[in-house]
């Protein structure tokens, strides 16, 4: 990048881009290993949060794979009344390992079966 000055540089090399609740712990390893399933990790935090008002994870996740421990399983406590296939699917979204996590389009279907009434 050409400098400008009296322009901070917004990133240095090695440093955290994004907001920690949110980042899928495969980013501990590096922003390259941005990919689809990150975004879905972060949409199922959303979603946690939109559901119970509350974090599914005492600490970042991604925290936890810096320091190289398991992540914990994220507590969901959503009220009554809110549909067991939607709460196992945002499960799905956090999994720990990018591979286990869905798809998106099958985050989507699964949401369009769940809220059709």
Sequence with gaps: PIPIAGVARLTVTGSMMGTPQYMAPELALGAELARAPADVFAFGVLAV???????????????????????????????????????????????????????????LAHLRAVTRR
Aim: hydrophobic letters at 40%.
């Design 49 to 107: 949060e939109l559901l119970t008002s509350t974090h599914p994870f005492a600490s970042p996740p991604v925290y936890s794979a810096l320091y190289r421990k398991a992540l914990p399983e994220a507590e969901i406590h959503a009220p009554d009344g809110v549909d067991p296939r939607l709460i196992e699917l945002v499960r799905a979204c956090l999994d720990e390992a990018p591979e286990r996590r869905p798809a998106i389009t099958l985050v």
